[in-house]
């Protein structure tokens, strides 16, 4: 879910309307007042469709939209600055706001190409030189990958030399300052500077979109520390916010309806060689909410696959008593099991595990058999029972001691799910798997949870409050996804909207328009597409992306990663008609009933020439809509 989605669903249209002064009645699923825009003491002409979060004015103003541009209009504000008080107000972190200069975005753009150089300059050591070699070898021998696979992901090798890179890219004419900036440099103590990256395989990380951000390297020697190094923290590597993988998995999470969490690059590499394609990984470091938001937004169903070292009894038992930060150490996942049901709880998403057998890594196992690897995905745990499993295994359950201790453990964890059905059939399953009564298990959170652990469970279940508040997974409407579809259609094919205009007009209809889309975000995107295609400085994608508000960013990305439709332009166009068509008649007969209504109820006459408006083009549309399907079945 994006940030503006999560805001909708967070901030009630109700709410917001009641603040502003406005009395509502409720009339049936919607509700009515006097319209906050316009002075009108006669005509209750404003209504609220709480199930979209829109509203309308159907008096003086004629108009309406969500949340935004209610707080838009109501304060004379801009997009930009009604995000930033819904953001607030919603307690949602809009940490990419501030960053959204187009210079930056035009120097971002320039960075990323010379990551683009960089890659393809340690491709050219890996593949071409004598020096590659022995990287090559590794990677072909060791970890079995093929010619194809080093290709498709663009592994390259770093030259043994302290300023191989230096030297090449100065050469080219950029700075060092560029080089330090895309995290390629380290500064020596005595001044200057030198290669980060020496004698390394070099894996280039992509973000989501396929846009360079940076490297992890791998030693060749193993002599060298650290075994896996990143790219340094800079403008484009967000470590807390990437998912090594993601631009080649997206597609397949969304179809598997399921995306899995493997720890290493070289991992995610060779399961995707084996034909599973639905993995990504994190950048060595403990999972975030961000990159499983990230994930959300393709699937609420993700496994962790875990080593046995990591999900294991050593790793639970620690991930359980220790402190959280102690667990957020670099070059570690961690397993906390705690951070995960939070996760999980705050995110609405289905968390599982997956343990590797027999000390074997995921690329083992696809070495060993590749219908191993979906097998042991398919039979991934909820967390808790994990945690039960792990700390069952290898005990004997009939001492009555260790009873007690597994039950002191797991209860506490058990209490702090949100979800009393949960909580009720994971306390029936650890009272069966320590043969006990289901009663005595009720009484040992008081007695479990020692002082020691108290201020910590206070902290955790204001946590849990929170998250009850959380959003609700169906919080994105019908109607949104449906003009989701529409923009997602317009936004990767920005050259059909003249011809789709024209069909419009041709139909006796208007031309598309920016108040088509209720929403403001979809609003604020399709104006630039629309400005986009009036221009010709520069290509129609590079102008959108250029001029998007960052926070858009999202919304972006979530509507270009919508199923693309397949077929000729016509179909296209066909199914972009359809959908507008849709769209509108969804407005047009809702406010038709409502004005209707409206009409009816206060006798008013000023609303009959709208209703009969409406009315009009609710006919035309549905003409266009009838010649549409004719045309289609012929
Ligand atoms: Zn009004």
Known sequence: MSSIDEI????????????????????????????????????????????????????????????????????????????QRLADKAGVTLERLQSEKPEQKEENLRLRNLLEDVATFYRHQLLQTEAGKPALTYLLEKRNLTEQTIEAFGLGYAPHSWDATLKHFTAKGF??????????????????????????????????????????????????????????????????????????????????????????????????????????????????????????????????????????????LRGLDAAREAMDREEEIGFDARGLLRHEARLQADLRVATMPDDLDPDEIVAREPAEWARL??????IVEHVLDVLVSEQDVNDPKVKAEIAARIVPLIEDLPNPVERDSYRQMLARRLKVDERTLTGIKLAGGTARRAPRQRAEQAEVQESTQAPKASSVSPFRKMEAACLGHILRRPDLLPRLDRRLQEAGLSALSVTDFEYTDYQAILSLIQRSLEQDESDTTAFVHFRLVDELGETH?????????????????????????????????????????????????????????????????????KRLSEYRRE
């Open 557 to 625: 990305s979530e509507l270009l990663a919508l199923p693309a439709p397949k077929g000729t332009d016509d179909r296209l166009l066909d199914e972009m008609t359809r959908q507008v068509l849709q769209m509108r008649r969804t407005v047009m007969s809702e406010s038709v009933n409502q004005l209707r209504f409206l009409t009816e109820e206060t006798q008013a006459s000023e609303l009959n020439q709208t209703a009969q408006q409406y009315a009009r083009v609710l006919h035309a549309i549905d003409q266009a809509r």
């Open 8 to 83: 909708k669903s967070r901030i009630d249209i109700l709410d917001l309307a009641a603040e502003a002064g406005v009395k509502l009645r409720r009339t049936g699923r919607n509700h009515t007042g006097f319209c906050p825009f316009h002075s009108n003491t006669r005509t209750p002409a404003f209504v609220i469709w709480p199930e979209s979060g829109t509203w309308r004015c159907f008096g003086e103003c004629n108009e309406g939209g969500d949340i935004f541009k209610f707080v838009m209009k109501k304060e004379g504000i801009d997009f930009k600055e009604a995000l």
């Open 377 to 382: 995905i398919a039979a991934a745990k909820p």
């Open 175 to 316: 700075s060092e300052q560029d080089l330090l900036d895309v995290g390629l440099l380290s500064e020596r103590d005595s001044g200057g500077y030198y290669d980060k990256f020496r004698n390394r395989i070099m894996i280039p990380i992509r973000d989501e979109n396929g846009k360079m951000t940076g490297f992890g390297g791998r030693i060749l020697d193993p002599d060298d520390i650290p075994k896996f190094m990143n790219s340094p923290q800079t403008a484009l590597f967000d470590k807390g916010r990437l998912l090594y993988g993601l631009d080649r998995a997206r597609k397949p999470i969304r179809a598997a309806d399921q995306a899995v969490i493997v720890e290493g690059y070289l991992d995610v590499i060779a399961v995707h060689q084996a034909g599973y394609e639905n993995v990504v990984s994190p950048m060595g470091t403990a999972l975030t909410d961000d990159q499983l938001r990230m994930l959300k937004r393709f699937t609420r169903k993700i496994v962790l696959a875990l080593d046995p070292d990591v999900a294991g009894q050593k790793a639970v």
